[in-house]
């Protein structure tokens, strides 16, 4: 029997939100009058929680899906060599690695600072996050639970004592600017755990994959996924906000990390409860986000056009009227693109099958030779 896994329409209806937050608050950086930031940092504080991190969350609860339906190939189907997968893994995050370097180096040339093409913008991080994970990938997941935390504690230990020597050329400085640079987008020190949370949310999602009787997997699902999920995001929310109130509002901080991780895990699995059982048709009404979802790191590196568009030019009416309807725009020509060339235009889908083919022809050349 051919094993074919469910596809959770709620990971790219999350994910497509994750874009559209991003995409909004970059024009509302970029197009914002000066003297109306204070409507700009009102939106950041309030939906940065399905930024980065919930896009590094949900990336992380996808590649585990991917990563145990190939496992499920490679030890019971047999189709395919644990060689080629893993092969394959390592030449997707390597080529993540280089495109971030690139645009790092874009941004580095165009402000006239080559010393940020060390910066931990979320390409860079996702790269990273990716290599990290694979030997991780086999480790209990109480074990990664206290990696992710550790890490949380660790990076505002080290900020205490290395913020003083931001910007220095000494020891310290240097060690900073590796950790830290810059502290106001993705350091990998804080928003790897998001990703390394989501393996765990993947992990568990993915055993509902071998459930081919449907009530079972609504069980699963409902004992396994959703009520624990109810239960702990909310008190991660809770703990976060309550921890050194009001930090919780402060990009980074211990209480915005704790309190960030309980609004994308309380998030997503309500989407995932009402997918389940049907409160909203997915079939259509998850499409425009789909393509959002779909062409993320396309979305993510052609949206910058946007920037030459109209700098500082919008008022606090105007600004909502051009950032929806840019939006919508940007989402209908998304659709029209998915209709012409699909996967062609995505650049995640590119990457994914450059590494499985460059996997394949190593893997083929290494038999061979034996």
Request: proline letters at 2%; hydrophobic letters at 50%; charged letters at 15%.
């Amino acid at each position: 029997m051919k094993f074919k896994p469910r596809r959770f329409k709620s990971i790219d209806i999350f994910r497509g939100m994750c874009m559209a937050w991003m995409f909004l608050g970059h024009l509302l950086d970029w197009w914002l009058k000066p003297e109306y930031f204070f409507i700009r940092n009102s939106a950041h504080m309030l939906l940065d929680s399905i930024g980065a991190s919930g896009f590094l969350f949900i990336s992380g609860v996808s590649i585990t899906l991917s990563y145990r339906n190939q496992m499920y190939r490679v030890e019971t189907l047999k189709r395919i060599s644990y060689f080629r997968i893993r092969l394959s893994y390592f030449i997707r995050s390597l080529l993540l690695l280089l495109i971030a370097f690139l645009y790092n180096t874009a941004i580095a040339v165009s402000i006239k600072n080559l010393s940020w093409i060390w910066s931990w913008f979320i390409l860079m991080t996702a790269a990273f996050s990716l290599m990290m994970m694979w030997p991780l990938f086999k480790t209990p997941k109480l074990v990664r639970i206290l990696i992710g935390f550790f890490l949380w504690f660790l990076s505002a230990y080290l900020y205490s004592i290395l913020s003083p020597y931001q910007g220095n050329s000494n020891l310290s400085g240097i060690f900073y600017h590796i950790l830290f640079n810059t502290v106001d987008q993705d350091p990998f020190i804080n928003f790897f755990s998001f990703f390394l949370f989501g393996t765990i949310f993947g992990e568990v999602l993915s055993s509902s994959n071998f459930e081919a009787d449907n009530e079972k997997f609504k069980r699963y699902l409902n004992k396994h996924i959703i009520k624990p999920s109810l239960l702990i995001g909310p008190l991660l929310i809770l703990t976060g906000v309550a921890l050194v109130f009001p930090s919780f509002l402060i990009r980074s901080s211990l209480s915005w990390l704790i309190y960030t991780l309980g609004i994308d895990i309380t998030i997503l699995v309500i989407l995932i409860f009402f997918e389940e059982n049907g409160f909203f048709n997915t079939k259509k009404s998850y499409r425009f986000l789909f393509y959002y979802s779909y062409y993320s790191f396309t979305v993510y590196l052609g949206h910058h056009l946007l920037f030459f568009v109209c700098v500082n030019c919008f008022n606090a009416v105007s600004i909502w009227i051009a950032v929806i309807l840019t939006f919508i725009l940007f989402g209908l020509i998304l659709k029209q693109i998915y209709k012409l060339w699909g996967w062609k235009a995505s650049i995640k889908s590119i990457i994914g099958r450059l590494s499985a083919y460059l996997a394949k022809r190593i893997d083929l050349s290494r038999n061979n030779s034996f």
